[in-house]
């Protein structure tokens, strides 16, 4: 009988396509974390709009304008509790201030520039 050939990669090879990948790798991870922070500033932008719209239309039916509201009184509002993707707390939630997440400091943060709830 022939001994049979056994065919596969070589240990160069295999070690070559690890540090392309690795390469490619160490390119692209600043844009990818860059990406996603600014996904995570618009998300949170988005849900400042959106509880700042719910206060409003709180506001037609309300007789109290100083009350602090409760993510109970904004229920009927927003079909769901927005929550920062960043773990941010939201702050202002009296009718007469606007919102501010302790994440995305709109008020100081310059990459939010022109940006109002």
Known sequence: ??????????????MIVIAILAI???IAWPYFKTN???VFRRTCMSNMSRIEHAKAQYAM???????ELTWEDLKDYIRHKPECPMGGVYDGWRLTTPICCSQHDW???PK?????P
């Open 1 to 14: 009988m022939k001994p049979s050939k056994i065919s596969g990669f070589t240990l160069v090879e295999v």
């Open 24 to 26: 490619l790798t160490a």
């Open 36 to 38: 996603r922070e600014e």
């Open 61 to 67: 039916t309300s007789s109290n304008p100083d009350k």
């Open 107 to 109: 008020k100081s943060d």
């Open 112 to 116: 939010l520039a022109g940006f109002i």
